[in-house]
């Protein structure tokens, strides 16, 4: 029996002729968790805005929305806001209200529910999401994990019988992420609430969901298990969707020569199964490339810093020298100190203790605007970076500072070989995540600085463009630019990085090169490595290193 | 009340009740943080008085060939110690009517404007953060407020709102959508909150009311007011003015007497 | 939307009137009669927020606009007398009209107290403010306050009645005597943080008032609100 029905689904928006959707159907099964993805604009936040009625977006729609045997736009608005739930992406952004309690009852409220009916729902959810200690809370001063499962209950509060979710891990650290995520599937199956959840970080989902839809150019690419998934991306060597396909079965799809749908493994727990059936691979360890001609660019000697006078410090003497030409990756947990150790080493936040050093001369006596244009720094969230109407006066602004007779020319280059030169004439904020980020790296690199610090610059991203991101780190490591970034993204650091730190408390807990800091831990580590760990393969820890070292030689035993 | 009754016993005894409830409330570091402005503030008054307001016919003494009148400074002494008790009271009003209850009580009666301030209320601990965030971005571009000529520095203040107007503005359509999805605007917002009273609320209220009218009789009929002029009243009282004294006691003291025994019963009944 | 304003701003002339008229008549209950005042004045106009059926996009944009006029003096603490407050709430009514100018001013105030502690000047503030976003908001289709010089004068007039209102509170609470020759002294004392105040006006319309006029009516597209 099918909740959700969308018949040749198509829309395009406002004063623009191409379709955002073309001709989608499909159907959603009552009870089903149901995952999209895809490429950004794919179409699929349109998607689910068109099926929550009451915020779809301004245009043209053609073909049907069918939810529960009813025409979506005959179903009366109690009924709509009640019955189909939304949870979007910006945790801060959908929150109402001061506290949250108040916050809870919120939709009951709008809905005109009588108080003791209202009383004793938010009374049924806070004890099912164990949010007791959250009720007086301020929303504000929450965590972002916190704020989303209050967003979560809160629109759960409603009884929804369809929860949708605009990437609603998509800002959150993987431990929140991961909790959020375990709550989404409790609901699932304690309450058969029907799931449909658009998201990237397929990793996680892969054991949650019964079906996997990836759309491109607004039309359904991939539709199925995510076993049947994975193996479809792989049988037709899709370049596009191959980065969506998780570590794990992507490498048991490369390994084996004939493999079967029902095989793939999806987690540690099957992956390990799969490789002991396996042997005879040959391992050869690649050699680490050696160093040449490095020398010190940056340097933190014994730094401390806190951000009021009385409180705990967030650096605690934290030590750390940055070599010319690496590719530096600071990793940690969530309030580890790390962003604000990148905003130290860029000179935006002022240490109470300790001296930073950039080439051997103290911060303090560079001037600067010099330091500034020498030392890039590239912030989270790109939208904070832009001030004009356009980029390009953004741009010629960005000239201007680094007072070089060739900076338009060198402009034009560097906006040419990012790809976004056509994008001149644009408001910034009508660019996308990506696009954005690198018009914000367009105005850094004019400069040519030594070092770029770049914070998380991940969050949020699609496989395809991280791959893409990733790739322009290394050219830029080539071109001589140092690179220091702040990730929590393990899988992306043991990929691109050259050297890996991993901050605790304020301190430095290890640094080295990825393989063996990621070998080195055992829970702070990629997918792959926690597959090979105990095995007696050659340790390894993205699948890239694995296909290259590792030789099969035998033939798969089933 | 505080700003009718202008005779120097009721408002110094107003003055005195008014920080006995402060100092139960535990507010002994709001009091002492204001004290050095609240002191100033009165003797400004104070001083002022005399100097603008000739009338009265007790000449102290000439001050610059004006004189300086005891009425007048009568009346100043009288308007500080009004103006210290309602400062006083806002202290412990701050903190018994928190911004929450504060628009709890608001939103029975104007149930939208009182949601607009909430949604504003919870705005402004998002937006200082955000504005602490662009003001680190924007200084990796060099635009500082901390230095620099003032007019800059202005201007350069100015953009990072500019920044953070744009950025919120935009953030905020996710937020309109949000509201939306939970069904607002769909029918008459009902309430978690029940707004309902107790008997001893009731009491409380008819007490308050037959105080109040007791003291308001006594104010029209010419007690608890200092006739300044023409001619400086004595201040001593007889004993219908005594009755409204208590009256006027009873009233500004009843947060106390509600407050003491809440204490009272706390400490040695439990 | 025109006739209401008229209304609204006949309501509160008539108010002042009355408000001149009790104090020379009932000099003994100034205060009670401008609190009163206060009262009637911003009673009506909330009145008429609560009978419109406002969506919860124009809710919101109501409400980022108050939240950022009040957060607007962060960046200033340093100087109390500039803020860009009043520059705020000018621009927003300038593109959203009377009404919602009126409504940014006296929320920007009271959560601005909120947060700072209230105290009996939170009305009057609040009527201040709210005053000048209703002003900017009636005459924004004037020849006057269609070029940038008459926005200035605007801004330069506001920021000295700002401050004048703000007085007024105090001197009439407080200060007893209404007589000219006090009420002057006093006005002297904050000449000059009156004239700060003023002139950063003036300084922020010349050099922004244009970009932000652009940034709001951008984002008066995109919330929907084409048609008030």
């Known amino acids: 029996m099918e909740i959700l029905k969308l018949k040749n689904l198509s829309f395009s928006y406002p004063e623009r002729d191409d379709e955002v959707l073309q001709q989608i159907s499909f159907d959603v099964k009552k009870g089903e968790f149901l995952v999209l993805g895809g490429p950004s604009g794919c179409g699929k936040s349109t998607l689910i805005k068109l099926v929550k009625h009451d915020i779809a977006p301004a245009g043209r729609r053609k073909g049907g929305i069918i939810f529960n045997g009813k025409r979506i736009e005959d179903l009366p608005a109690e009924e709509l806001a009640g019955e189909i739930g939304m949870v979007f992406q910006d945790p801060d952004n959908q929150i109402v209200m001061e506290e949250v309690l108040q916050e809870l009852a919120f939709g009951l409220e709008n809905l005109g529910y009588s108080t003791d009916y209202i009383r004793k729902r938010v009374a049924e959810m806070v004890q099912f999401f164990g949010l007791e200690n959250l009720l007086a809370r301020k929303t504000h001063e929450l965590s972002g994990g916190q704020k989303q499962l209050v967003n979560l209950a809160s629109v759960l509060l409603l009884n929804p019988k369809l929860l949708l979710l605009d990437e609603p891990t998509s800002q959150l650290d993987p431990v929140a992420a991961k909790e959020f995520i375990t709550m989404v599937k409790r609901i699932n199956e304690e309450f058969g609430v029907t799931i449909l959840m658009v998201e990237h970080r397929l990793e996680e989902l ?12 607004g039309q359904i690419a991939y539709d199925g298990s995510p076993r049947e998934v994975f193996f479809n991306v792989w049988d037709r060597r899709d370049e596009i969707f191959s980065a969506y396909v998780p570590s794990i079965p992507s490498l048991s799809l490369h ?28 391992a050869e360890q690649q050699p680490l490339p050696e160093a040449v001609n490095v020398r010190k660019v940056l340097s933190c000697d014994s730094v401390c810093f806190r951000y009021e006078r009385k409180g705990e410090n967030v650096l605690s003497d934290l030590n750390i020298d940055i070599y010319s030409n690496e590719i530096f990756a600071i990793v940690g947990g969530n309030g580890s100190g790390k962003s604000t150790m990148l905003k130290t080493m860029a000179g935006l936040i002022n240490p109470q203790r300790g001296t930073i050093r950039f080439k051997n001369q103290k911060l303090k006596k560079i001037p600067k605007q010099e330091f500034h244009l020498s030392v890039a720094y590239l912030p989270q969230n790109p939208k904070l970076f832009f001030l004009h109407d ?12 680094t007072n070089d007779e060739n900076g338009n020319e060198k402009m034009n280059r560097i906006t040419e070989m990012l790809g976004i030169s056509h994008l001149a004439e644009h408001h910034p904020y009508d660019l996308s995540g990506g696009e954005l980020q690198k018009a914000a790296l367009a105005c850094l690199l004019v400069s040519d600085p030594e070092v770029l610090l770049i914070d998380e610059p991940t969050k949020g991203m699609d496989p395809l463009s991280k791959q893409k991101f990733g790739e322009l780190l290394t050219d830029l490591h080539f071109d001589g630019h140092t690179i220091v970034m702040v990730t929590h993204d393990i899988e992306f650091a043991a990929e691109y990085a050259t050297r890996c730190m991993m901050l605790f408390n304020g301190q430095v807990a290890s640094v080295s090169d990825p393989r063996s800091f990621f070998a080195g831990n055992t829970f702070y580590t990629t997918s792959i490595n926690r597959l090979v760990r105990g095995s007696n393969l050659q340790e390894v820890i993205t699948v890239k290193e694995a296909l290259a070292s590792w030789r099969v030689q035998a033939s798969i035993q089933v | ?59 102290l003494f000439y001050f610059r060939e004006n004189p300086v009148t005891l009425e007048a400074l009568m009346n100043g002494f009288l308007m500080a110690l009004s103006l210290l008790a309602i400062l006083i009271l806002f202290i412990s009003y701050n903190f018994v009517l928190t911004p929450g209850r504060f628009l709890y009580l608001f939103s029975k009666i104007l149930p939208q404007t009182a949601l607009l301030a909430m949604l504003t209320l919870r705005f402004v601990p998002l937006l200082i953060r955000r504005l602490d965030e662009i003001k680190i971005v924007q200084k990796s571009k060099g635009m500082t407020i901390t230095e620099g000529r003032v007019k800059d520095r202005a201007k350069n203040g100015v953009s990072l709102v500019q920044i953070l107007l744009t950025w919120s503005l935009e953030e905020a359509l996710q937020t309109a959508d949000s509201m939306k999805s939970r069904g607002y605007g769909v029918t008459k917002r009902s309430s978690y909150e029940r707004y309902t009273f107790t008997k001893n609320d009731i009491i409380s209220i008819v007490l308050l009311l037959v105080l109040f009218a007791g003291c308001l009789i006594g104010l029209f009929n010419g007690y608890g007011n200092l006739t300044l002029y023409p001619d400086l009243e004595s201040t001593s009282m007889g004993g219908a003015e005594w009755s409204v004294f208590v009256l006027f006691l009873l009233y500004i003291g009843f947060p106390l007497l ?6 009272f019963r706390w400490r040695y009944l439990n | 939307m025109a006739r209401s304003s008229i209304y609204s701003g006949l309501i509160v002339t008539g108010m002042l009137g009355l408000l001149i008229f009790s104090i020379i008549y009932f000099p003994e209950h100034y205060l009670m009669i401008s609190f009163l005042f206060i009262g009637l004045t911003l009673i009506p106009f909330l009145l008429r927020f609560e009978m419109r059926k406002i969506t919860g996009k124009e809710l919101v944009l109501l409400a980022m606009l108050s939240a950022v006029a009040a957060v607007s003096r962060v960046p200033f603490a340093a100087f109390p007398s500039i803020q860009p407050t009043t520059f705020v709430i000018i621009v927003s009514a300038l593109v959203l009209g009377a009404e919602s100018g009126f409504m940014i001013g006296a929320m920007a105030a009271l959560v601005s107290n909120l947060f700072l502690g209230q105290g009996p000047w939170t009305p009057w503030q609040m009527y201040s403010w709210g005053l000048i976003g209703f002003l900017a908001g009636i005459l924004r289709n004037t020849w006057f306050m269609k070029h940038l010089w008459g926005k200035a004068l605007f801004g330069l007039i506001t920021g000295f009645a700002f401050g004048w209102i703000m007085n007024l509170w105090f001197i009439i609470g407080f200060l007893g005597e209404i007589t000219f020759s006090s009420v002057f002294a006093y006005y002297a004392t904050s000449f000059y943080f009156d004239l700060a105040h003023a002139v950063s006006n003036v300084f922020f319309i010349l050099v922004f008032s244009s970009g932000w006029i652009k940034i709001l009516q951008r984002f008066k597209r995109k919330y929907g609100l084409l048609a008030t």
């Open chain 1, 206 to 217: 892969t054991a949650v969901a019964d079906r996997m839809m990836l759309l491109n150019g």
């Open chain 1, 255 to 282: 390994l084996n020569e004939n493999p079967e749908v029902k095989e793939i493994p999806l987690s540690v727990k099957e992956g390990r199964m799969w490789l002991s059936g396996i042997n005879g691979f040959s």
């Open chain 1, 390 to 401: 356009t980029l390009e006066e953004e741009w010629s602004r960005a000239i201007e500072r």
């Open chain 2, 1 to 59: 009340m505080l700003m009718s009754f202008l005779h120097p016993f009721y408002l110094i005894a107003a003055v005195l009740l008014l920080i006995s409830l402060t100092l139960l409330q535990g507010l002994v570091e709001q009091l002492r943080n204001r004290a050095k402005s609240f002191f100033f503030l009165t003797l400004f008054i104070v001083a002022v008085n005399p100097l603008v307001n000739h009338r009265g016919t007790h000449i």
């Open chain 2, 258 to 263: 509600v407050e003491g025994r809440e204490q």
